[in-house]
């Protein structure tokens, strides 16, 4: 271990605690150890997770901050549900089908990733931050206009304008679905979501998130965040590195968003709206900027935390932004801090230096 | 003679996202952070006055008077206790305690109030009839208009002619320097929160009458158009946050009326990615040259 950097050390921990939580988990829920609340939030705790890991590339990594997240999300969970219930009938694997509904999402999500990112790009600072805000609720709402079906023929889909089309206009041929219902959102979805897909997602996006920061693109990526002018002089293609950045953050949250989506029967494109953006948001600043590990803990503690707190009933929610308050506080205390950083430079380890590097 | 219906409530809807947004903009431009938790500012004040009508039988003007009131406090108490100790923080942990502000008011008033929609009184009723009959305004449209009027060119001479205003565009262009000018940084702060939460409570009031359900969410929607609003129009900037709220909100009324009702949103939010494109500042605000 002794030969490893310090940063692949960290990586192959991430990578080792994500495979011990999995394994963990797993044995508990063969025996029973999990109850039926619990064992419902494992799907949606991978997909945060894996959303978490992605804005942070957006917002640690490349130092954009995005507010529109959930709108890849929804992107790639309609369009990995349209791919899910189209292919019932041609691809009878369940896990295969799950597996390609992921890649179309991810591809979507890209693709809308891509088109946004030319105007947003060129932005900075709160004015890019309302750009992606603004992206994410024209998605909701587009997809809120939008009529799918699926029949012998093939895809039938319906772009629902004035508010008055049903899905009658969708002329399905008999035996033919409804998948997208406009502003139901998608309905009867069968739920092939697992928890083992939820798992391999996670290590899918470690492993790329993290080699993508260790290489020479990351390392491009971040001098572009400490300085936007010095690393254009040095040669280096900010735009180039800031699309590569957030294209792969869109294409992991679409991935993400496909696991969610079929991971419930109905699923309205009002679920992805600014709130969820947020909330990712908050896994990600409390986490730590740019700390991948941070952002796994800080999505399992906060995703649990209001289902903890459901003895407290309708307090809730109450608690939970009490505690947000009062851990940025306590985490920002000048005071705090100082004492914090005196405390580790008297037990030697000298992660001082690191801490106010990174 | 539609046309000028539509575009009537579209000024008028866009004179209640200007006063939202002209407190945000004043919050921005001193304190360079979003304030999250305005829209709930905002719903505080719907519900104080709601409340001082109906229990203590107070006059549609008392109890918006009582709603200032309320909300100044709580603005002020919002910023000493939450935001005051991260002024130097990053900027993200100040973006993530306000939202956290935001979910604390609504699920206070979740609490409180419960989570039925309360019907509001408006704070007045009636219908101006113009071009025999062909045309009606309604009273509490021109009373908005005139309030955000009022407000704006009250804030303009504010900041341009008062001592109190010009230490805060001071603070707003460099807070060490207007310390060291003996400006009491944190007071100014606090005064700004003041303005920008009354306003808050106004566009409470204003707003609940145009659609009288009040419920702990009602002001997180309008928040997030005003907040578009102040950005439309250059954040920062007083006049630019009166005509992107205008603006936005006549944008808002023609989509409706005559593209679409699903996608209105859209269309604002369209438009003010093709405003940013073409002055990334804003409509009115300044574009700093970066230098190197």
Request: net charge positive.
């Amino acid at each position: 271990m002794k030969k490893l950097s310090k940063g692949a050390r960290t990586d192959l921990l991430t990578y080792a605690g994500v495979i011990i939580a999995f394994i963990i988990v797993s044995v508990l829920k063969a025996n029973g150890g999990l109850n039926r609340s619990q064992t419902g939030l494992l799907v949606p705790i991978c997909c945060y997770i894996v959303m978490a890991v992605s804005l942070n590339l957006t917002v640690g990594i490349l130092g954009d901050l995005s507010l529109g997240h959930a709108g890849f999300m929804s992107v790639g969970a309609f369009s990995g549900i349209i791919t899910a219930m189209s292919l019932a009938n041609v691809i009878p694997s369940a896990p295969v089908r799950l597996m390609l509904a992921m890649i179309v999402g991810a591809f979507f999500a890209a693709v809308i990733g891509f088109l946004i990112g030319i105007p947003v790009l060129r932005l900075t600072g709160d004015y890019l931050a309302i750009v992606t805000l603004a992206f994410g609720e024209i998605i909701k709402e587009l997809i809120t206009c939008l009529l799918v079906g699926v029949d012998s023929e093939g895809l039938h889909i319906i772009f629902n304008v004035s508010g008055s089309k049903t899905a009658n206009d969708l002329n399905l041929l008999e035996g033919g679905k409804v998948i997208i219902k406009g502003a139901q959102g998608a309905t009867g979805t069968k739920t092939i979501a697992s928890f083992t897909a939820g798992f391999i997602l996670i290590m899918i996006t470690l492993v790329i998130v993290q080699n993508l920061i260790r290489s020479r693109q990351g390392r491009a990526i971040m001098a572009v965040r400490d300085n936007r002018i010095a690393a254009e002089s040095v040669g280096i293609n900010v735009t180039k590195y800031k699309m590569m950045a957030f294209v792969t953050s869109a294409a992991l949250a679409g991935a993400a968003g496909a696991l969610f989506g079929l991971n419930y029967s109905n699923l309205a494109a009002t679920k992805f709206d600014f709130n969820t953006s947020i909330l990712v948001l908050v896994f990600v600043v409390l986490g730590g900027l740019g700390n991948i590990w941070g952002s796994i803990i800080a999505t399992v503690v906060l995703y649990i935390l209001p289902e903890a707190l459901r003895g407290f009933a309708s307090y809730r929610m109450l608690i939970y932004a009490i505690v947000l308050i009062v851990v940025m506080l306590t985490t920002n205390n000048p005071v705090l801090k100082t004492w914090r950083e005196e405390l580790r430079s008297k037990f030697g380890k000298n992660k001082n230096k690191e801490a106010k590097d990174a | 003679m539609k046309f000028l219906a539509y575009l009537v409530s579209g000024i008028s809807l866009g004179s209640i996202y200007a006063i939202i947004a002209l407190g945000y903009t004043m919050v921005y431009g001193i304190a360079k952070m979003l304030n999250f938790a305005h829209g709930d500012v905002i719903m505080i004040g719907g519900y104080v006055s709601y409340l001082a009508a109906k229990n203590l039988g107070a006059s549609p003007l008392v109890s918006v008077l009582i709603a200032m009131a309320v909300c100044t406090v709580l603005g002020i108490t919002i910023e000493a206790l939450a935001y005051r100790p991260l002024r130097s923080a990053p900027s993200l942990a100040v973006l993530i305690t306000a939202i956290g502000v935001s979910y604390f008011l609504q699920n206070s008033a979740l609490l409180i109030w419960g989570a039925n929609p309360k019907a509001y009184t408006p704070v007045i009723s009636g219908t101006l009839q113009l071009f025999d009959g062909q045309l009606s305004v309604s009273y509490i449209s021109i009373l908005t208009v005139a309030c955000c009027i009022v407000i704006m060119v009250g804030l303009t001479l504010f900041t341009g002619k008062t001592k109190m205003g010009k230490a805060m565009r001071a603070c707003s262009e460099d807070k060490g320097a207007a310390q060291l000018m003996g400006i009491n940084v944190n007071r100014t702060i606090s005064l700004t929160f003041a303005i920008g939460s009354a306003l808050a409570a106004i566009a409470g009031a204003l707003l609940c009458s145009f659609s009288p359900a009040l419920m702990p969410t009602t002001g997180s929607m309008p928040g997030i158009k005003a907040f578009t609003a102040a950005v439309f129009g250059g954040i920062g900037s007083i006049p630019g946050a009166f005509l992107g709220g205008i603006l936005l909100g006549v944008i808002e009324a023609l989509a409706r009326a005559y593209i679409s009702t699903q996608l209105s949103n859209s269309i604002v939010f369209a438009v003010l990615i093709i405003v940013l494109l073409v002055r990334p500042a804003g409509l009115l605000g300044k574009y700093t040259q970066e230098k190197v």
